[in-house]
């Protein structure tokens, strides 16, 4: 670890001598040099190192308008190096020949002699600029990307500590759930990394691209080739979250002059510069333009040791996010950067506090004032449940919804058309998928009640349409739900019985164990939806009402079915759980787990929300908690008019 960090301090110190936020300049990091390197060591081992946030700044743009750009801090260029030298061996295999910016050993020249090769007096040319890319890219998309890497996870999670630092300007502090920073040692390569699937789509689909950054140009034969690559472009880029800039997009003739990367390209002749080339030399088509490794992406030679060595504690797996605290009478505490949960004076179990995004207490548990403190500081979300699993409150930090988005959702909350146009289609995808998982579940069984179940669910569905009525279309979804919870009930198996759905309080097993995972999925939603700067009072087919987070009950219908539904039929009728596992009725009717099994369920909640699947709209394998997050994002593109219709996520026939 010492030779990796000192390898990164050498480039480090060749770059900006600027300070960032702590004040520290190279300069004065150099006289501590030892002691600096060595406590940054220690951090990083023991998981508590945390970045602070980037110093930054305006810059005017050539084109208009100002750039945000962040300055790290000396020591956290030193540990995007040291990131940046464990990911790009993997990130290379990954990018396209097509790409040129931010990769060592490729440049301008490179890319020009790219266009040169398919680039003459009777080609159409598209030449496109991504609206914003640095500052909006998903990077809930990014990290399902970095996630699929061959590299070790604690690196993808120091990389989401990075981009989830902020930036400070003015004294004020900016928090942004999109993007990545302006002036960062991982941004280019993370840039790339985003768009290596568009890279790979459009030369599938036989399209001549050059990309450099968010400025690419692809070369047709005809108007009619380059105009459907256009419509191709604008497609895929939609699907990752992405728009073109309508002022720096167009499709020009074989005759046209453009200007890619500072080079003139008219009637098949490439113009250089005027200041690489004297001007009797400027119709001449070799190119000759020197080449460096950009500075954001000049690596260390890998080593093979990995970033650190750590022994996580057996009761802690690895990726998991959420820490559950069901023992009652326990506490929770904060020592060295961990999470501590004692039961009286034993110690169950230390937690770093990097490897947290949520706390969830059940029941008589309590927190020290330390440890609420740094969730706050580090938003990480503190959700309390009664201990049968019923949602009690949460502490979470303040000041995250952005106006923007609260102005547009006002706006979209008055406009009826838009509303029932999202409703309508929450309510198709969430009976679309009652509809898989029962023909999935009875594929073997072929029970007859549940087979016409899944046809009548398939009418109600195609009824949707013609609703035009908001109280219509809830009259329909209440009917599918109580025919698919019908035949849900057909499929469990003894000793367990279903019959219909109660809810407060759940009146027997399946029942109980739908109620907890719906809250659990629930929280994690609101979460989601706090996390990004949206209202969660806000809802289409939940009518915004106090006290009642609509958006977040219009969010999780799409999900009910393929993970809580899923999860509790496999739970029961595969043995994991017996009648054994449940309480008696208590006075109210209720039913309820006990406490081994309480555990014994989150582990398997945990388990399937960190379950792969396909995202249908960007195509990637990613875990169901990264769906749950890239469906609010969908929400965002519908609700700034990327998108006219919200895209619920659908299953597979099979």
Excluded at 135 to 148: A, F, I, N, V, W
Excluded at 178 to 198: K, P
Excluded at 236 to 245: E, G, H, P, R, V
């Amino acid at each position: 670890m010492g030779d990796a960090l000192l390898a990164a301090w050498y480039q480090v110190r060749t770059r900006s001598k600027t300070a960032g936020i702590d004040g520290i300049s190279v300069e004065l990091f150099a006289h501590f040099l030892d002691e600096e390197l060595k406590r940054l060591a220690h951090q990083l081992q023991q998981d508590i190192y945390h970045p602070l946030p980037a110093l930054g700044f305006y810059r005017a743009k050539k084109s208009g308008g100002h750039r945000l750009i962040g300055i790290p801090t000396v020591r956290d260029r030193i540990v995007q190096r040291l990131l940046l030298r464990s990911l790009y061996p993997a990130l290379e295999e990954t990018f396209q020949d097509c790409s040129f910016a931010y990769r060592p050993g490729v440049g301008v020249k490179h890319a020009i002699e790219r266009v040169a090769e398919v680039y003459s007096s009777q080609t159409w040319t598209v030449k496109a600029d991504i609206s914003q890319f640095f500052d909006s890219l998903c990077r809930t998309l990014l990290l399902s990307q970095l996630e699929e890497l061959s590299v070790d996870q604690t690196v993808v999670r120091y990389i989401k500590g990075q981009l989830e630092a902020g930036i400070v300007v003015g004294g004020m502090p900016i928090l942004s759930g999109r993007g990545v920073l302006q002036g960062g040692i991982l941004s280019g390569a993370l840039a790339n990394l985003y768009l290596s699937e568009f890279d790979r789509r459009c030369l599938n689909a036989g399209a001549s691209l050059t990309r450099y950054g968010d400025d690419f140009v692809m070369v047709a034969r005809s108007l009619l080739e380059a105009t459907r690559f256009l419509n191709l472009i604008e497609d895929w880029l939609s699907d990752i979250y992405l728009t073109l800039q309508p002022e720096k997009t167009h499709i020009f003739a074989p005759g046209e002059e453009f200007v890619f990367l500072g080079y003139g390209f008219q009637a098949g002749e490439i113009i250089t510069p005027e200041y690489k080339q004297p001007r009797r030399n400027h119709n001449k088509k070799a190119v000759s333009v020197a080449s460096r490794p950009p500075i954001g992406c000049s690596i260390v030679t890998p080593t093979r040791k990995s970033l650190s060595t750590r022994n996580f504690l057996d009761s802690w797996r690895e990726g998991m996010t959420t820490l559950y605290v069901t023992d009652q009478g326990a506490y929770v505490k904060v020592k060295h950067q961990q999470f501590q949960v004692l039961l009286g004076n034993d110690l169950k179990v230390s937690i770093p506090v990097n490897v947290v995004d949520y706390i969830i207490l059940f029941g008589c548990c309590n927190l020290s004032h330390g440890a609420i403190g740094l969730a706050l500081r580090r938003r990480i979300p503190i959700l309390f449940l009664s201990y049968q699993g019923r949602y009690f409150g949460r502490l979470q930090t303040d000041g995250m919804t952005r106006v923007d988005y609260l102005s547009r959702q006002v706006h979209c909350a008055e406009d009826e058309t838009f509303v029932l146009r999202q409703a309508k289609v929450i309510v198709a995808g969430k009976l679309h998928n009652c509809r898989i998982l029962l023909r999935r579940l009875n594929r073997d069984r072929q029970i007859s009640q549940v087979i016409e179940a899944i046809e009548e669910l398939g009418v109600w569905q195609e009824k949707i349409a013609e609703v035009e009525l908001l109280e219509s279309l809830l009259g329909y979804e209440g009917f599918g739900t109580r025919i698919y919870f019908q035949a849900l009930g057909a499929l469990v198996q003894p000793p367990f019985t279903f019959e219909h759905r109660t809810r407060r309080p759940p009146t027997d097993p399946v029942n109980s164990l739908l109620s907890l995972g719906y809250t659990l999925l629930h929280q994690n939603i609101h979460s989601l939806i706090l996390a990004v700067g949206l209202h969660p009072h806000y809802g289409n087919l939940h009518v915004p009402r106090s006290n009642h987070p609509a958006l977040v009950s219009d969010l999780i219908e799409e999900f009910r079915a393929p993970v809580v539904d899923s999860l509790v039929i496999y739970l029961v009728n595969s043995g994991i759980f017996t009648p054994e596992d449940f309480t008696p009725s208590d006075e109210r009717g209720g039913v309820y787990l006990y406490s081994d099994a309480l555990k014994k369920y989150l582990k398997h909640w945990q388990d399937k929300l960190s379950l792969k699947t396909t995202h249908p709209h960007t195509g990637y394998k990613v875990s169901y908690y990264r769906c749950l997050e890239l469906q609010v994002w969908e929400y965002i593109s519908c609700l700034i008019g990327e998108r006219e219709v919200y895209r619920p996520m659908k299953l597979e026939k099979w």
